[in-house]
């Protein structure tokens, strides 16, 4: 499906900062992108226009990032809102889900009354890398027997080939970087 709004403009509202977190990495900021009104505004608007129709349940947003697009972008679809959160963030009961990070182990949590069976649920961050965080998210909406129709990213990093983790999702990702 084609988006009616052209988003490579956007890329001009994202900060490129050297060397961070450490040597050797290229972070892309998106709090430069976030604070423009329009930008932000389109950002939003083009990915509710790729999901509009859908039959959107639930949108699912990642701490941290994916808590910034997450609730815009379910006001959009007229849908919910569920945050999956670091451990330990979350009253009630969870679920949880450990996975391996380039630098240790880390782990995400939802309530397990947070999707009901057969709940049609988007999951949504920032930015597909490496595709470990995104894993542990689906495998948590799989747990509680969520349908998930897609997979959505502000930014993908092409050249780190994430996307390929998940052939059997719809991955919808509005800029790409390939270096």
Known sequence: MSIPINCEPLKELIRTVPDFPKPGILFYDITTLLKDQAGFAQLIDALAAYYIGKDIDLVLGIEARGFIFGPALAYRLNAGFVPVRKPKKLPA????????????????????????????????????????????????????????????????????????KFPEYDVFSLLHYNE
């Open 93 to 164: 009961p969870t679920a949880r889900v450990s996975y391996d990070l380039e630098y240790g182990t880390d782990a995400l949590e939802i309530h397990l009354d947070a999707i009901k069976p057969g709940q049609r649920v988007i999951i949504v961050d920032d930015l597909l890398a490496t595709g470990g965080t995104m894993q542990a998210t689906v495998q948590l909406v799989r747990q509680l027997g969520g349908d998930i129709a897609g997979l959505a990213f502000a930014i993908e990093l092409d050249f780190l080939n994430g996307r390929s």
